[in-house]
């Protein structure tokens, strides 16, 4: 009964009609199926019921997400891993399509790996970008590419941080960057307190939430770049604290101020975690060779500046600075540089120690470097960046590419193919080293093809080193990029210091002696002496070398 009375009622108004009359002939039928029974009326006002629910509901739950999102650290770090997981996933996916369907030919390939790039730079911007840019530059010499943050956001960012608007510290600020970074950005102000025009560096918000590379490797363990991740983990916390920064300035400044240099380093004013301002400094970057010579700045001379300092940090004071921003400017009437220009080091974020027995070995490693080639001499190198690198005798030809930036020295590798290929003649040592040919570099790409597995042991090679040491090599990349457009044999310099570094040990070794056995005694006295001639005639032989080179 119910059933024809239900489809009844559904069957437009002649079919509600006989309904009707069915309900009133036969109540108790009806009554049997009360719950069932709907009138239009009802559906509708069912329909909109289940509406108001499934709105207030979606309501409910998109506040509930977006006060967690506001107020939850972990909760918001774990939408922002989904949705950045997500992007990169995209990224991998469709790379994986496009190589499935491009031809097994070179340009094809080629135009693939281009695309797959892209695609993959992408995902990491819209991502943040920052971070993904700090870990590149763990790993070459990078440009920042970054986007500005908002005004709106700094504004926010420097209320809470300094407790007043930036209107209430500054007499005058350009809402516009002078410089974007992977951390921070750089604005322009007058402070209204020292009266002074200064740089304030305020840091991108948010930069805490980055993902780490453990998973990575639990899911890919031939993954080769996992350092990257441990080398960020340590030093990314350093260098987004400012209060950090401004220490790493004062005490900088104070490793060189007895010593006449062109280095300068900026006044800081005041540091809190992500606001830093400073003295603002004017100049030209360091290869920009058109300030430089409208400044009759001689740029020989700025590499060889350049040169001695980091030297000086590394090889004496035994704690340098992660070069990536520093100015040339002319050299103010008050200045105690033995030349017309500056180096202004802007960047303090970052520096890395080297105990004194690491610091000798790995001047020791230079030295024999620099000296011609021989069996005792080969035996030190292998000997020394063993001490220095974890580096034994199979990787100590990548090593030492590592170190040098050039070919392979005579008798680097255990079977010398240089032979071979008469227009390119390899090294005794540094000291014969002419600047880089094509031959050279030619040698270089064909060492890369001809021998197998030469790339995996580049990766083991960084895998292996300790992490100060790769510090240095970065340091040594960079200071030879910066020095690339002249004629300076930087490595004289630094064996003038590395002789140095060795002296300060053996004498403090032989002092020691001397305290223990007596100061007269003949066979430590001569070994003293002996010690003193050979940085005397080293060190005068460095000068010479580097005079006649200044003269050329």
């Known amino acids: 009964m119910f059933s024809v009375y239900q489809r009844l009622s559904y069957a437009g108004a002649p079919g509600f009609q006989l309904a009707q009359n069915l309900k009133r002939s036969h109540p108790k039928y009806i009554r049997t199926f009360k719950r069932p029974w709907h009138t239009h009326e009802s559906v509708n006002k069912s329909g909109r019921n289940s509406w108001l629910i ?146 304030v560096k305020l840091q991108h918000p948010h930069l805490d939430e980055f993902l780490t590379l ?87 001379k700025v590499a060889l500046e350049l040169s001695r300092i980091f030297n000086q940090m590394v090889f004496v004071n035994g704690w340098f600075h992660a070069v990536r921003n520093l100015l040339i400017r002319p050299a103010p009437t008050t200045t105690g540089s033995p030349y017309n220009f500056e180096i202004v080091l802007l960047d303090h974020g970052l520096y890395f120690d080297m105990d004194a027995q690491l610091r000798v070995n790995y001047s020791k490693l230079w030295l024999a470097l620099i000296a011609p080639a021989s069996p005792s001499t080969n035996a030190e190198r292998r000997k020394y960046a063993e001490l220095v690198g974890n580096i034994g005798p199979d990787l100590y030809p990548v090593f030492e590419a590592a170190i040098t930036g050039r070919a392979a020295l005579e008798g680097t590798w255990e079977t010398d193919d240089s032979d071979s290929d008469s227009s390119f003649k390899r090294a005794s040592g540094m000291i014969d080293m002419l600047p880089q040919t094509e031959a050279e570099m030619q040698a270089i790409r064909d060492a890369v093809i001809s021998r197998e597995g030469l790339l995996l042991s580049v990766f083991d090679v960084l895998r292996r080193v300790p992490r100060r040491v790769l510090m240095v090599l970065k340091l040594n990349d960079l200071t030879r990029f910066v020095t690339n457009s002249t004629k300076v044999r930087i490595f004289l310099v630094t064996a003038k210091y590395c002789t140095y570094a060795v002296w300060c040990d053996e004498r403090k070794r032989l002092v020691e002696l001397m305290r223990d056995r007596g100061l007269f005694s003949m066979k430590i006295l001569s070994e003293y002496f002996s010690c003193w001639w050979y940085v005397c005639k080293t060190s005068g032989e460095t000068h010479l070398n580097l005079h006649i080179q200044q003269e050329v």
């Open 54 to 199: 499934y709105s207030t509901s979606l309501f409910l739950f998109s506040g509930t997400c977006y006060i967690a999102y506001e107020n939850s650290q972990g909760f918001r770090r774990a939408v922002l891993a989904t949705v950045r997981c997500s992007r990169v996933a995209g990224a991998a996916i469709l790379g994986v399509i496009d190589y499935k369907r491009t031809e097994d030919r070179v340009q094809a390939t080629a135009q693939c790996h281009s695309r797959s790039a892209n695609r993959v730079l992408k995902a990491l911007l819209a991502n943040g970008g920052t971070v993904f840019i700090k870990m590149g530059q763990h790993m070459a010499s990078l440009a920042d590419q970054c986007d500005p943050t908002p005004y709106k956001d700094l504004e926010t960012l420097f209320l809470k941080d300094i407790g007043v608007p930036i209107s209430d510290l500054f007499d005058d600020f350009d809402p516009n960057p002078i410089g974007v970074a992977s951390l921070a950005q750089v604005h322009v102000g007058h402070h209204r307190q020292s009266g002074k025009r200064v740089a």
């Open 214 to 300: 453990g998973w990575v490797k639990y899911w890919f363990p031939e993954f080769e770049f996992t350092w990257l991740g441990e080398e960020m983990r340590t030093n990314l916390p350093k260098e987004m604290d400012f209060v950090h920064e401004a220490s790493n300035a004062k005490r900088a400044a104070q490793d060189f101020e007895n010593i006449r240099t062109s280095l300068y380093i900026p006044e800081v004013i005041s540091a809190t975690k992500r606001v830093l301002i400073m003295e603002y400094i004017q100049g030209g970057r360091v290869d920009d060779l058109k300030y430089l010579a409208d400044a009759h700045i001689d740029r020989n």
